[in-house]
């Protein structure tokens, strides 16, 4: 079990001072087996046109600002057929600004192997995370000041008519679709668990004492529990509206008011309200959010 809170007092278990050997890259090496595996080539059906806008505040308690959020839109057409666009949003955790380094490195991990590892968009996204997670436990163990640093992820592709869910931790995915919404991510956390067994119900998970204990993060090794994303692949429809927040927004903000403000406000206005929202609840955390809306989905004329 991973306590996100309270993340720095696993320094107190931190090894013994070592010689800080400096890391020359910060993205890791490919093996030749992983390389051979070329990205597959797919006809170019479908393009998603989309609008997407992002917003992250450090929060009224925090000293620094350990959310990251990315996105890569490739220009290829052989990267959009078969890789489509990533958009996603980190949580890190660790002290003397590991967390924030952690959720930077994972960003780039992520994007990086992605893109460049071979096989369907599901392997290489299972693929992308687990590099990302070996290399910041590498990372962790070699500086002892950055030990037990780590970072959830939540990554949402757009691959022509589908989207693909990426998940590790309590970062969370939204959509609203057809006026349903609802939360497409699975919380990897001790208190949905319980709320799974039918010990809690979801209302108790809400103000549970441990409701910010994490089963799983991205760089932190667990010999109880084995590492493994959750990866959903779903279709797309034109006018979906996805929502990638850090914890920050949804513990300070209930879903229904998230929901109303998606509801009644324009891309732009929708993330600066919510955001300021949890800022006006308290903004206990680090706050992101990023949006994503689906305004149509182009079908490309094959030659």
Request: charged share 25%; aromatic share 6%; proline share 5%.
């Amino acid at each position: 079990m991973l306590f996100k809170r309270f993340w720095a007092r696993r320094q107190e278990d931190a090894p013994e001072p070592r010689t800080e050997k400096p890391m020359q890259e910060i993205t890791a090496e490919f093996s030749a087996e992983e390389l051979s595996s070329a990205i597959p080539e797919e006809p170019l059906r479908v393009i998603p046109r989309v609008k997407f806008v992002a917003r992250s505040e450090i929060g009224h308690a925090r000293e620094n600002n350990e959310d990251k959020f990315d996105f890569y839109e490739p220009d290829e057409e052989h990267l959009l057929a078969a890789r489509g666009s990533v958009y996603l949003v980190c949580d890190g955790m660790g002290g003397h600004n590991a967390g924030q380094i952690a959720s930077e490195l994972a960003a780039k991990q992520f994007l990086h192997a992605y893109y460049h590892l071979g096989g369907s968009a599901q392997d290489a996204a299972r693929q992308a995370v687990l590099q990302a997670h070996h290399y910041i436990a590498e990372m962790a163990n070699k500086i002892p000041s950055r030990y037990g640093m780590g970072t959830t992820l939540t990554a949402l592709i757009l691959k022509q008519d589908e989207g693909i869910l990426v998940q590790v931790g309590d970062s969370r995915c939204y959509r609203l679709r057809e006026g349903v919404f609802e939360q497409l991510s699975r919380d990897q956390t001790l208190v949905a668990q319980l709320v799974e067994q039918g010990i809690l119900t979801p209302e108790q998970a809400r103000y549970h004492p441990q409701r910010n204990v994490i089963r799983q993060a991205v760089g932190v090794q667990d010999p109880s529990e084995p590492f493994e994303p959750d990866i959903e692949t779903f279709p797309l429809h034109a006018g979906d509206l996805y929502l990638l927040c850090s914890d920050g927004l949804n513990d300070m903000v209930e879903d229904a008011e998230i929901e109303a403000i998606l509801r009644s406000e324009p891309l732009t206005r929708a993330a600066w309200k919510l955001v300021d929202r949890a800022l006006a609840n308290g903004g206990r955390d680090n706050i992101t959010v990023l949006l994503v809306q689906v305004q149509s989905l182009q079908p490309v004329e094959q030659v």
